[in-house]
């Protein structure tokens, strides 16, 4: 038993802890701090990964003195700590990548609190990773949605206010539907702790009691979550939520907090649900149908867009949709793949997000298409960005997006059902669609304007944020090279998360 | 039938004052309340050209009241939306209605877990107050995350409704707070016999949390009722001068910081199989039950100052 064991524990309270200190800090000291937090925490989840995956099995990991049913416990294999690791690493990038903007968009006695809400974000996204107890989750269900309103409401003009009303009335009906549906499964199997649920469930299948009450929960639990991670059509707070709040904001939100819930999701299938019994459902193909549309749906409203942000946004509701799909198919490569595009659209899309933020400053802060002619020109590393990320989302290989989308691909062809033939058709659809509004915007970045009023706007070129550029690049990269590392640990992760 | 008092002695008595009262011949407030009559608000021209444009522009714009998609669309939504609803409402009274009945012997509640809570409860935790132990002792964690709820709610509200001292002292007389009585003695005379017994109620609950029904959730919440009524009667200067933004930002940030010491080092000890070094104590006594009575103490500092806080940021926009 080595010290690496108490890490998962150790990161989620010192991000706690951060929160609380951070409220009565100045705003440049909560800066350090929050920026000190996140890379401890990624060296103590990269040194979690190393221990698990050396160990070759889930560890359990006990809150306090009292064992699994009576106290409360984390649950870690490779798949948490590699999903803990690589949200360490895109919350660095994109806090780091929103900096120098921070103090145009929030009012400099608020920059702590702004942290405060980050470091807490961080903790519920790290204990709904790791947690093996249903009702710890929902705890930090809470505070992952208080914390997400925060930050969609603290750049205070009109629009986020009303964004973050708007995110509150949608994710607290969702939050609501979660804990009712933990509520009726307490009370038909009588435990919180998922590895207990899951065997009195299988009791429950096998003797045919509460039928009703067992779909009944189940489908509260899965729609409370759909309504939280934006699936298609309760997607209609999202393009004001990250369109309008600040660029840190929006690349977390849309590349972290929707994956927390699709994680925990995920978690329910497998931990407390069984990935059999969920499979005989009804509710996957529901799941998998709206999947569908939101791959279709989101991509048509993207392409209406006219503003690069809004646009970013709706394509993120398309991409949920992937990864709905991949849960919807119902076999292990489906999921392999849905988690493979829960990194590539988080890596890609914080990317995006920040980027653009480089590309509007040099086009006058305007936001609509038709000022940003040429702006690949005059910032020269926002544009290579913003282009890598568009390749990836359409699904060039080399980049992240091009092994998700063959991932898809190969696991609908191993479909022997109906499914095959819908989700092929679907994802050729929106692979095109996709192609059609990011080209777009990808050409008109680098079409020159001679004439464009901003053309004598050069970037005083601040190097952090090219530096934070460059990360991303890399990142995507690695996902899009050295895939075959990252899927195989992610099948190694399933096959101890169940 | 003579009076032996004159009408002057008479009229210091209590019988006099009580007498008055009851005939309703004088009204209570009237030289003993500072009150402000309501002036009437005076428009000028270009007030009045500002707002009647801005309703214009409203209704033109904003609203197309005359659009005929929009109200067939409205209508349907509202149909939709009730059959919906109704549909929701039936299916989840029929999924509880296949739900076990409460406080049957053999429900899936009540297993093993139950049971050692209740048995074993009282030795494993030292405290009487069973649910004191369950939430503190054996799930503790999940309270933490709890308090920590209400620690970024306050953040939000801050976020949305803290405004800078200066603005603050410039609104001060300037908004509706100056047609409430300011200083009612009816209030304060109240209020200076109720805050004492609320605020010793409100210390008695916290500290017997793992003795009797309470603890530091309702204990806080005791605790910041009772500054409520305090700042109510006595106005927000009074009391600055025992709670203001600096001395709230030490209570709560030592009180949390001390929940997450002691809750640390409980969890990593106990995962860790080593002795932890806080005893348990007598049960039943006042100084007992290990990490409950410190934890139900910053856990009631915490609840306090968040209710106060609510209270004061949606009244005021500042501590």
Redesign the interface.
């Known amino acids: 038993m080595s010290i690496v064991w108490n890490f998962p524990a150790i990161s989620i309270l010192l991000c706690l802890f951060a929160g609380i200190v951070s409220s009565g800090l100045s705003g440049k000291s909560a800066r350090r701090l929050n920026t000190v937090l996140m890379i401890t925490v990624l060296v103590l989840s990269a040194a979690t990964l190393k221990y698990v995956s050396s160990l070759g099995e889930s560890v359990v990991y006990v809150m306090g003195r009292f064992p699994a049913p009576w106290g409360n416990e984390l649950r870690f294999g490779v798949l948490e700590a590699g999903m803990a690791t690589f949200f360490a690493v895109i919350m660095i990038l994109s806090m780091l990548g929103g900096h120098h903007k921070l103090s145009e968009e929030v009012e400099s006695r608020q920059h702590n609190l702004y942290y405060v809400l980050v470091d807490l974000l961080l903790s519920s996204l790290l204990a709904l990773i790791y947690t093996n107890d249903i009702f710890t989750a929902y705890v930090f269900v809470e505070i992952n949605t208080i914390a997400a309103c925060g930050l969609i409401m603290i750049r205070g003009i009109g629009r986020t206010i009303e964004a973050a009303v708007r995110y509150m009335i949608m994710s607290l009906i969702g939050s609501g539907m979660l804990l009712m549906g933990i509520c009726i499964l307490y009370d038909i199997t009588g435990h919180l702790l998922m590895s207990n649920m899951k065997t009195a469930i299988a009791g429950l299948v096998i003797d045919g009691t509460y039928p009703v009450a067992l779909l009944v929960s189940i489908t509260l639990i899965c729609v409370g979550l759909a309504i939280k991670s934006a699936l298609f059509p309760f997607h209609a707070w999202l393009p004001d939520a990250y369109g309008y709040s600040t660029v840190s904001s929006a690349a977390i939100l849309s590349s972290l907090v929707s994956k927390g819930y699709i994680f925990l999701l995920i978690k329910i299938i497998y931990r407390v649900v069984g990935f059999n019994i969920f499979n005989n459902s009804d509710i996957i193909d529901i799941l998998f149908v709206f999947g569908l549309a939101g791959m279709i749906f989101g991509s048509v409203n993207a392409i209406r867009e006219n503003d690069v942000r809004r646009m970013i946004a709706y394509s993120s509701v398309a991409q949920i949709g992937y990864i709905y799909m991949g849960i919807g198919m119902g076999t292990q490569f489906g999921m392999i793949a849905a988690i493979f595009h829960i990194l590539c659209h988080a890596a890609t899309k914080s990317l995006l997000f920040v980027s653009a933020i480089g590309l509007t400053d040099v086009s006058g802060c305007n936001r609509q298409f038709i000022y940003m002619t040429g702006s690949g020109y005059r910032h020269k590393f926002a544009g290579v960005a913003f282009t890598v990320g568009s390749l990836s989302m359409v699904g060039v290989p080399l980049f992240a997006g091009f092994i998700s989308k063959l991932l898809f691909a190969e696991s609908a062809v191993s479909l022997s059902g109906s499914k095959m033939l819908p989700v092929l058709i679907v994802l050729g659809i929106s692979t095109i669609l996709n192609a059609i509004y990011f080209m777009k915007t990808v050409i008109r970045i680098y079409t020159p304007a001679p004439d464009s009023p901003y053309q004598a706007i050069k970037a005083r070129t601040i190097w952090p944020y090219c530096v934070v550029l460059v990360f991303f690049i890399a990142v995507n990269l690695v996902l899009g090279c050295m895939s075959d590392g990252i899927v195989e640990l992610i099948k190694q992760g399933l096959i101890m998360f169940g | 039938m003579s009076r032996r008092k004159t009408d002057e002695e008479y009229r210091q008595t209590g019988a006099f004052r009580f007498f008055r009262w009851l005939s309703g011949s004088k009204d209570a407030y009237i030289d003993t309340v500072e009150m402000k009559p309501q002036t009437e608000a005076v428009e000028t021209k270009e007030e009045e050209e500002r707002r009647e444009a801005e309703h214009k522009h409203a209704v033109e714009k904003a609203y197309d009241s005359n659009n005929r998609a929009i109200i067939v669309f409205n209508k349907i939504y509202r149909l939709v939306a009730a059959i919906f609803t109704v549909f929701l409402l039936v299916?989840?009274i029929?999924?509880?209605s296949?739900?076990?009945k409460i406080g049957d012997a053999d429900?899936?509640?009540?297993?093993?877990?139950a049971r050692?809570?209740i048995e074993n409860g009282v030795q494993?935790t030292g405290a009487v107050n069973i649910v004191s132990g369950m939430i503190l002792?054996?799930?503790?964690?999940?309270t933490?995350?709890?308090t920590?709820?209400l620690?970024?709610?306050t953040?939000?509200v801050?976020?949305?409704l803290m405004l800078?001292e200066k603005i603050l002292e410039k609104m001060d007389g300037r908004d509706d707070r100056r047609f409430e009585p300011k200083s009612d003695p009816i209030l304060k005379t109240m209020a200076s016999f109720l805050c004492p017994v609320i605020f010793i109620f409100a210390i008695y609950i916290l500290f017997n949390g793992h003795l009797s029904p309470g603890g530091g959730f309702s204990g806080g919440a005791v605790l910041g009722a009772g500054m409520i009524i305090y700042v109510n009667a006595f106005g927000f200067k009074n009391t600055q001068r025992f709670f203001n933004e600096t001395i709230y930002?030490?209570a709560?940030?030592s009180a949390?910081?001390m929940y997450?010491l002691i809750?640390?080092y409980?969890?990593?000890?106990?995962?860790?199989h080593i002795a932890?070094h806080i005893p348990l104590g007598k049960v039943g006594e006042l100084i007992s039950g290990g990490i409950i009575l410190p934890i139900n103490i910053v856990v009631g500092i915490e609840v306090a100052c968040t209710m106060y806080a609510f209270y004061a940021l949606f009244r005021r926009g500042g501590l």
């Open positions: 299916s989840l029929y999924a509880v296949y739900l076990p429900n899936a509640t009540s297993n093993e877990v050692r809570y494993e002792t054996y799930r503790a964690f999940d933490f995350g709890e920590n709820v620690f970024i709610a953040c939000c801050m976020l949305m800078d930002k030490i709560k940030i949390l910081c997450g809750g640390s409980f969890y990593i000890t106990g995962a860790n932890n």
